[in-house]
Structures are given as C-alpha cells and as structure tokens.
C-alpha cells in the first residue's frame, strides 16, 4: 500500500511546512535527502513511517520526528537488520540469545535498535543485527570465530590467512584446469573484483569452466572464498586485456531484482555505476567482510598498494581506456595504476561488481586514485 492521490498531495504542502516549524529539531533526511516538497521524500516518509509501525501518511511531523529522534539506525540498516535477524535466530537455533537482548518481534524494527543499544555498550560493530559475535556477547560468553588451517596455496606452499578459503587441495574445491595462460602469475599488479550473476559459486565455477574461462577466486554467498587454482599454474581468464597482470574473484551474486531468495532475502542496492542508479541485489555481510579481508592479503602478499582508481575523485566513472595496453608494444601500465578496482574499470560493456564494496573497502585502509 502506498500513498493515494490526495494524501500525496497533503504531504508535498505540509512538508515544508514541518520542517520550517520544526527547525533545527527537523530529522527527516533520516528519511531521505530529497527536497521536502517532492514525491520521493514523501514516498520515503511513508516507508519510513510503515518500517516503524507508525500512520503512513507520507507526512513528516512531530510524531514521525519524535520517533525518528529515539532512531539510532539509519532506515536502510533498519530493514537490513529486520530480513537478518529472523535468518541468525533460525541459523543459531537453540543458541539464539537475542531474547536476552529484547522481547520485541525478532523482525521489528524495535529489536534492531535494542540490538544497537546491546552492541554499542559492549564496543561491538552497531549494525542491529543479533549475528555470531552479538550473540556470543549476549551469552556472556567469549566470541571466537571459526578458526582453521585458513591458508591460499601458491606455488604448492599454503600461505596462511584469517578467512575461510576452500584451497585447490582442500576437499570440496574447484580447480580450474582449463581456460586460462599456462604462463604462472604469482604475483599479480592488479586485484579484479567481478559478480558473477549466478546462485552460487558451484554454478559460477560450472558457467566459467563451460566457456573456458577461469578465476582465482569465487566467493560464495556465506561468505567462503573458493581458490580456482594454484598461481604456478597459470594466469586466469577472467578481464580480457589485463589477465596476464590480475588476479581476479567472482563474488556470488544474482544480481536481478527477480532472482531474490526470499528465504534469504540480499540487500537491495543501488548500481552507481557511470551514473547507472539501477537497483541490484546487493551483497550478504559475510560477502564484504570476505572479499575486503581477501582484498588486503593480495594487495600485502604481491606488495600493491591498497588504492582503488577514480575519475575526478569518481571510482564509479573510470572507462576502460585507461586500462588498455599501452602502445607501442602494448605493455601494461595502466597509466601507472596498481591495486584494486572493478571489472567495469576495464572493460566498458561491463558494470561488475557495482559500487557496493567501495565504501567497506574505503573504511579499511582503501584510498582512492586518480587514474
Ligand atoms: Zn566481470
């Protein structure tokens, strides 16, 4: 249900009018950052308004603000954490401690902000969402996560890390043995982020392996790192122009709107690619988390510096021609840039991965180039 002719009307003229009167005390780019008088911002109040069980008028006076006040997430975190929540207590199961943190319905928009409250005293990452380590903190107990012999083989030595990763010679991996320059590229000047619009990484490994094509690395929707091959045996072929320099991941993701698992619903995200506002299915959490950690060990493993290329300070507007190979002799060099970035930074006809890293990636240690 969304706003009728008239109350869209009522709200576009007392809008602004709130807003004058409310001030300095006015919080509706809580809502959304749209003028106060347009239809977007009072569709935005009206989702607003439903995400806490408040009158969905699309108007943004003193109740709406008031509530909005005691709001410590912004909304969107709000309706990432609703869709969570019900996932970690089914996931957790006898374990759930959430109840402990709140008696509010696990999918409200009231438990998400009890569980910010919970995190925030204890010092933990506030995302309102009752995940493994909120959890342990709620028993009380000791959060460790899952330990292991984490490692990336490379030249048949496993090279430890803190992520999970299903090695070329672990059980349950997949180990390209086709598609890909038998010339070994050990240590890599570019870093290639990629979706690979399927379901899972099985099926992503199944597509690339049909086309003979490869990886070194697909990262699935828990958040596990599957290594496509061991380095020493080839250079993969994943980003045409620069695949004897990169190394590259396929993050799981479907990306249409209309491939959502409603049973385990991913975050809708905005494209932002080339000014491309499309909406996406986002990444899971455990996704980000995987890929900015894998991120850091390549760049520390090959001695890259942890940067990512932008246009006029836009990492979302960089068109390939600044990664062709140069001429004459079509060597590389990318106008001098090495580290991270996006497939749609090589390729033109490409969007992969959108923008939705880049902030996880900026907030661990990133920083953005010019190219
Ligand atoms: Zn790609």
Known sequence: MSL????????????????????????GYKASDAAADSIEFALAVHDFQLSLKLTADGMWGPNTNDAAGKLTLTPNEVSYAIQRNPY????????????????????????????????????????????PETNAAAHDAEYHPPVGTEYILVDGKPLPCSFKVVSPDEPGAMVFTSGFYPTPLLK?????????????????FDVLSARNLSVQFMGDSDGTIY???????????????VNRWAWGIEICDPVY??????SHPRPISTLRVRNDNSKILGFYSEQIDA???????????????????AKRGKPGDVWNSYFAPQPPKYKWDVH???????????????????????????????TIVEV
Request: glycine residues 8%; proline residues 5%.
């Open 88 to 131: 970690w207590q089914a996931k957790l199961g006898s374990e759930w401690a959430g109840d402990s943190i709140s008696l509010e319905p696990v999918n409200s928009s009231l438990f998400a902000e009890a569980v910010y409250s919970f995190q925030l005293s204890k010092s933990l990452g506030t995302d309102g969402i009752c995940g």
């Open 257 to 262: 709107l209309r491939d959502q698992d409603t």
């Open 4 to 27: 009728t002719a008239a109350q869209m009307q009522t709200a576009r003229a007392n809008n602004p009018i709130y807003k004058t009167k409310l001030g300095a005390a006015w919080l």
């Open 227 to 241: 290594q496509g091959i061991d380095p020493v045996k080839g250079a993969c072929w994943h980003a045409g122009t």
């Open 188 to 204: 890599p000047t570019l870093f290639v982020l990629h979706w690979d619009v399927c379901r899972s990484s099985r099926s992503c």
């Open 291 to 309: 890929v900015v950690k894998l991120c850091h060990w390549v760049c520390e493993y090959a001695g890259i510096p942890k940067q990512l290329p």
């Open 336 to 366: 001098g840039f090495t580290g991270v970035c996006a497939h749609f930074h090589q390729d033109d006809q490409k969007i992969d991965p959108g923008m939705e890293l880049w902030p996880a990636l900026t907030a661990s240690g990133f």
